[in-house]
């Protein structure tokens, strides 16, 4: 089994202008490269390479392509030709598709989900971010891209700093009350892998920060989640409107009933913190193994 690891130009080694979080990239092909049996293959390859460069692969596992989010129609189509060159990919390009705007966090609310009361707006500005304090009766609230990723482009306002008057989005948006619980306790993380959970971590953000990702100082701790907690998670993969996929990233944070609230639910190119999760590589294997058994 040869395996395609779809990255990005500014995730792969040795590239000049390589992102400060690439080292995830390198932590999740040693996890992978470490779990290759005899005669198997791993390679990293960006994503907007040839389509010939990935038809001598027997599937393709996307990994780290983090500017995908900025050419969705491109990244979308390459997924689907990779596809039908016979190439599995993982995770598919339908969930990758249904995943890509996080609209779908209303869809798995009306499917029973706990999640952060969102609103979903055409590229606001100023009176709809006040409109949206009275709507959620709250003094500060992050909007985010509903396609992004990374917390890159995405705003904390309060009721004493809101956007200015001629402030726009610029992007299709969902707003979110902020949750004093990421910063208090943390994001929770729960990885499954094959729909099956493999580990757990807490990611803590920077002093002054709310932002969890390691670009911006966040950091993480393995955790074992507490039986709701972990019940919670399994909510979301029940509710996905396809069966489990090769790999999940379910992001959630403690809400002030004090229940965990789903975040995001990452099934397209989500960091799997091998490191707190030592099987992270047989597992992914043993998944990918038994997809390429059964493509046609």
Same mark, same amino acid.
């Given at each position: 089994? /040869?395996?395609?690891?779809? #990255? ?7 590239? +000049? ?9 390198? !932590?999740?092909?040693?996890?992978? *490269? ?11 390859? @960006?994503? !907007? ?6 038809? &001598? ?13 900025? /050419? ?5 189509? %390459?997924?689907?030709?990779?596809? &039908? ?13 249904? /995943? ?13 989900? #706990? ?7 055409? /590229?606001?500005?100023?009176? =709809?971010?006040?409109?949206?304090? @009275? ?8 909007? %985010?891209?509903? *396609? ?34 990421? *910063? =208090? ?17 807490? %990611?803590? +953000? #920077? ?5 969890? !990702? ?20 399994? %909510?979301?993969? &029940?509710?996905?409107?396809? +069966?489990?996929?090769?790999? &999940? ?14 975040? =995001?639910? =990452? ?8 490191? !707190? ?17 059964? #493509?046609?």
């Amino acid at each position: 089994m /040869n395996i395609a690891f779809l #990255a990005c130009s500014t995730t792969l080694p040795g590239a +000049p202008d390589r992102r400060p979080d690439a080292f995830e990239h390198d !932590q999740q092909m040693d996890a992978i *490269v470490a779990a290759l049996r005899p005669g198997e293959s791993v390679t990293d390859i @960006d994503w !907007q390479a040839p389509l010939d460069a990935f038809a &001598a692969f027997d599937a393709a596992l996307i990994g780290t392509p983090w500017d995908y989010f900025d /050419n969705r129609d491109a990244f979308l189509a %390459k997924l689907d030709a990779i596809a &039908a060159l016979g190439v599995p990919v993982c995770n598919s390009p339908d969930v990758v598709r249904w /995943n890509i705007d996080k609209g779908y966090l209303a869809e798995l609310a009306e499917r029973g989900v #706990a999640t952060i009361p969102t609103l979903l707006l055409d /590229n606001p500005g100023r009176d =709809e971010i006040l409109a949206a304090f @009275d709507h959620f009766d709250c003094d500060r609230l992050v909007v %985010k891209r509903r *396609v992004g990723a990374g917390a890159e482009g995405q705003f904390d306002f309060t009721c004493d700093n809101p956007p200015a008057a001629d402030w726009r989005m610029g992007h299709a948006a969902l707003v979110q009350p902020f949750l004093p619980g990421i *910063v =208090e306790e943390g994001e929770h993380s729960l990885i499954f892998i094959d729909g099956e959970f493999s580990h757990g971590l807490i %990611k803590r +953000p #920077a002093p002054g920060d709310y932002r969890v !990702q390691s670009l911006y100082g966040g950091w993480d701790t393995a955790v074992t989640p507490t039986p709701d907690d972990l019940a919670a998670a399994q %909510k979301v993969i &029940a509710g996905l409107p396809f +069966p489990a996929p090769l790999y &999940a990233r379910i992001d959630l944070v403690r809400g002030p009933d004090g229940a965990l609230l789903l975040m =995001e639910a =990452e099934v397209i190119e989500p960091f799997l913190y091998p490191l !707190q999760g030592p099987e992270l590589g047989p597992r992914l294997l043993a998944g990918l193994r038994k997809i390429t058994a059964s #493509a046609p």
